[in-house]
Structure formats: structure tokens, C-alpha cells
């Protein structure tokens, strides 16, 4: 083990859901012709007023209250002053010194060991708009539909030790924006974002080491590998005498280094202060319950409802729930009939494979399911009642997909049915040990192994449809007579 400690907080930057921006009108949406979106407001025109958007206060609310924040009643907007092209004012509507959501903390676990990774606070502000530099012309151009969309600011504490922690941290956030359905979560297109201070210091010392801001990383992946590497910088350039610059670092992913873009702005550069165009947000007592009273199942209160009422095993209830979407999926299956294990063994490798494969979790919800639930559960009754293998059913897959047609149906008139028929099965067992002298004899000489040959020929000389369990039988049967 390293003689140093790595020390880690996160601030991760959240889009919200909301229909319109947080202060004007305007479409919240991503995507749009560049500029489709703005107005005079959001475009930073002098005189305009801004306008709290209540759907929005409502969302950090739900943000607040599912990680265990105290909601202040009272807290207040300020101006964080800088210039860059992509913010027309020249300052960002933020909160600073009272922001609306403070304490709280995110249970993650890491190699079994469980901890609760505090939060310093949960704030609202307003994103800016996007500088494109690639568009094919000379200089750079802007796009403003997204200045003035929703934004919430999660702050953790520097309590996170490995870069594994922080990925699960920033997973289990993740997770429960999307459970909250607030935030659609799509880190390659921005819409949740995380930012990392790292540093180090020697094990067993309390003083913080010089931090450094790691920024660009639009994965999970990316996290852990930039944190990982800066971690590794830091150590050596500690061990080699040299002294930490503060600064902001960009993760390269094709090089897999951080690199250095500017030195870290201190929070006295943005002359801070409260925004004189919005009273201070007030949020009393009845707004918080009523927002909580319409909280979801969170993500580990259903990962541990399924280990228990499905006796699943911690691993398989904890990618079934880290979607709300998935989980509801599995627990659409179980409620149309399909043993729990064998939906979620379905769910868990034919289901997920293909979503990730064609990317459909990109969205909050998937909606183009490669088979509905409905259908599996169908399905997965048939193979458990013997009417047609696993193989045939897996390759039925692609047939169901988007109809609403039953399996039983579709089996029947494909005539897929599983021969479990012994003198059917039979004739072509005897075919195939007719035809395999070598193999034969290698079995009845101990290789046990050659059967799985000799079974995958019986199954291709009945067009995959024999039962795989009778076939085995029938063959031992045969070979020890
Ligand atoms: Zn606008």
C-alpha cells in the first residue's frame, strides 16, 4: 500500500427534467436547431427579469429529500460573476452562501464494505450555453439552447479514498436522479456531469494535500480512470520533491492523462453576491411533506425488497434495480407469471445484453424493449413446462419483438415445439452413434466430455428443437447398454 492517501470529493451537475428553462419559458429540451431555444431572457438582454421556475424548486426538493439533505426554508440566489462567451450576462445565477439543500450523504458499497459518503450541500443554478468550435467555419460559434436550462450542483464531502469509491458514489447518484425522474442521466450528451478534486496526503495525517479540479470525463469509466491516473501524478510528483499546483486539469481519454488547462479560480474571483432580481426562496413546511409524501421506492430500498420477497442474490438484485425502469420490467414478468429467478436470470443476460448493445438505456425510460415483459413471461413458461428449449426460445426473441404476438403462437406455427418425444429422439440418437465411431469409442474409454459432442448432433439433426435433458439421457442410455 502507498505511503499516501488519496482524498476525493465530487460535484456532480444535474440537468433537470423540466419542461421549460429556470427562468424564462423557453424549452428545457436537449438537441434543437442551435439558438431555437432563447429568448431575451436566457440570450442575457438588458431589463429582463428572471422568473423562478416552481417545477424546478420542486425537483431539488425531491433531490434534497432522497439523499437525506435538510431543506432550508429560506435560501438565496446569488450572481457568480465571469466572463466566457457561452454566458451572455457575464455572471450565472447560482446559490452561494445559503443554498437549498445542506447535509445528507449517499450509502455506497465497496468491496462489502458499506459507508455513507456525506454531502455539503445540494444547490440550484442555471447552465450555461455551449461554445462550438467545430462547426466548420473560422472562430467559434455559440449555442444558447441550453443557457438558463435547470441545473442542481451535488457537492460530497473530500470523503471518498479510491477511485472504486467514487464510481460507486457517482453510480448510486445516478441511480436515484433517475428513480427520482428528474434527471435523465446521459453523461455523453451532458446531462449529468461530474467534476473531481483530488489530492493526496500522507497516510494518517489529517491536513488536506494541495487539490486539484479533473474535468471532461463523460463516463463512469472516465472517472475512475482520470481519477486513478491523478491519484498515481500526484504520488510521484510528491516523491520527486515537486510541489502540487491548484489548478484545473483536463482528463485526455484517448491518451488516458489528465493535462492542465488554467489555474483554479478561488471562489473570491466570482464576486459573489445575492441576486438582486429574486427574493430569497422561501419553502415552507408543507411544500417539503408534500414532496416527500410523493417520494418513489428509492434504489436500495428495492434492492433489498428483491433479495428478500425473491431471494434474489445481492449481485442479481442490484443491477435489476439500478434502473427503475429495468426493475420494473422484472416485476412486470413475475406479476404476468414467470418464476422470479428465471426472469431475472433472463432479464440479467439476454434482456440487458441487447439494451447495452444497442444503447437503449440512453434514454430515463427504455421504451423499444427487445421483447415485452409480458412475452418473456410467456415464454420463460414455456421452456420451464418443456414446450421448446432455451436456445429455440432465445432465438424467438428477435420474432416477438415489437408485436404483441403470443409466444405460444408463434412456437405452434413455426412448429418449434421441443421433441421430448423418446421414439422420435431415439431413431436419431441411434443415427448419431452410427455415424460417430471415434466418439464413441473415446467415451466408452472415460472421456465423459465427448457426450457434449454427441449431444450438439442429436440437437442439429432435429433442427434444435429436441430437449436437451432427454437427448442426454437417451444417449447415456445407449452408450453404457
Ligand atoms: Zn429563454
Same mark, same amino acid.
Given at each position: ?7 476525493? =470529493? ?12 429556470? $427562468? ?13 431555444? +432563447?429568448? %431575451?431572457?436566457?440570450?442575457?438582454? *438588458? ?11 420542486? $425537483? ?12 432550508? @426554508? ?10 466566457? *462567451?457561452?454566458? *451572455? ?9 445559503? @443554498? ?62 479510491? %477511485? ?88 485526455? @481519454? ?115 424493449? *427487445? ?51 423418446? =421414439? ?25 466430455? +465427448? ?31
Amino acid at each position: 500500500m502507498s505511503t499516501m492517501e488519496p482524498v476525493i =470529493g465530487l460535484e456532480v451537475h444535474a440537468e433537470l427534467l423540466t419542461a421549460s428553462k429556470i $427562468f424564462c419559458a423557453c424549452s428545457a429540451a436537449f438537441g434543437g436547431e442551435p439558438n431555437t431555444n +432563447v429568448c %431575451p431572457l436566457c440570450l442575457g438582454m *438588458p431589463g429582463v427579469l428572471p422568473v423562478l421556475n416552481r417545477r424546478a424548486v420542486e $425537483f431539488a426538493i425531491r433531490a434534497g429529500l432522497a439523499t437525506g439533505c435538510t431543506i432550508e @426554508p429560506r435560501s438565496v440566489f446569488a450572481r457568480k460573476n465571469y466572463f466566457y *462567451p457561452d454566458l *451572455p450576462k457575464g455572471y450565472q445565477i447560482s446559490m452561494y452562501e445559503l @443554498p437549498l439543500c445542506v447535509g445528507g450523504g449517499i450509502d455506497i458499497v465497496v468491496d462489502g464494505t458499506a459507508r455513507r459518503i456525506g454531502l455539503t450541500r445540494i444547490h440550484m443554478e442555471e447552465d450555461t450555453g455551449k461554445n462550438i468550435h467545430d462547426a466548420g467555419v473560422s472562430g467559434s460559434l455559440v449555442d444558447f439552447n441550453r443557457s438558463g436550462v435547470p441545473l442542481l450542483e451535488i457537492v460530497s464531502e473530500p470523503e471518498m479514498r479510491s %477511485p472504486e469509491e467514487a464510481g460507486t458514489y457517482l453510480r448510486t447518484l445516478h441511480s436515484i436522479l433517475q428513480y427520482l425522474e428528474i434527471c435523465d442521466g446521459n453523461m455523453e450528451e451532458g446531462s449529468f456531469r461530474c467534476d473531481a478534486n483530488v489530492s493526496v496526503r500522507p497516510r494518517g495525517t489529517t491536513p488536506f494535500g494541495t487539490k486539484v479540479e479533473i474535468k471532461n470525463m463523460n463516463s463512469f469509466r472516465a472517472v475512475e480512470r482520470a481519477i486513478a491516473y491523478e491519484i498515481k501524478r500526484q504520488e510521484r510528483a510528491i516523491a520527486d520533491g515537486e510541489k502540487i499546483v491548484q489548478e484545473t486539469r483536463l482528463w485526455d @481519454p484517448d491518451r488516458e492523462e489528465t493535462r492542465a488547462m488554467r489555474s483554479k479560480e478561488y471562489a473570491h474571483d466570482y464576486r459573489y453576491f445575492p441576486e438582486p432580481d429574486l427574493p430569497p426562496l422561501v419553502v415552507d413546511e408543507a411544500w417539503v411533506s408534500d414532496v416527500r409524501s410523493r417520494l418513489p421506492e428509492l434504489p436500495a430500498e428495492r434492492r433489498a425488497r428483491f433479495e428478500r420477497d425473491y431471494g434474489l442474490s445481492a449481485y442479481d438484485a442490484d443491477v435489476l434495480t439500478q434502473r427503475k425502469d429495468v426493475a420494473d420490467y422484472f416485476e412486470a414478468g413475475v406479476a404476468a407469471g414467470a418464476p422470479a429467478k428465471d426472469m431475472a436470470n433472463w432479464v440479467l443476460t439476454e434482456v440487458l445484453r441487447i439494451v447495452r448493445e444497442e444503447k437503449l438505456d440512453h434514454a430515463l425510460v427504455i421504451r423499444d424493449w *427487445p421483447v415485452s415483459a409480458a412475452q418473456l413471461a410467456k415464454l420463460i413458461q414455456l421452456v420451464a413446462a418443456g414446450q421448446v428449449n432455451r436456445n429455440t426460445a432465445k432465438a424467438l426473441l428477435p420474432k416477438l419483438r415489437g408485436t404483441d404476438q403470443d409466444p405460444a403462437a408463434l412456437v405452434a406455427a413455426e412448429g418449434l415445439g421441443q421433441v421430448s418425444d423418446r =421414439g422420435a429422439l431415439e431413431a436419431i440418437v441411434a443415427d448419431v452413434i452410427a455415424r460417430s465411431p471415434e466418439q464413441v469409442a473415446q467415451f466408452k474409454a472415460g472421456k465423459d466430455k +465427448v457426450l457434449g459432442f454427441l449431444v450438439g448432433q442429436v440437437m442439429k439433426a432435429s433442427g434444435g428443437k429436441a430437449a436437451p435433458q432427454v437427448v442426454q439421457e437417451l444417449l447415456r442410455a445407449a452408450l453404457t447398454r
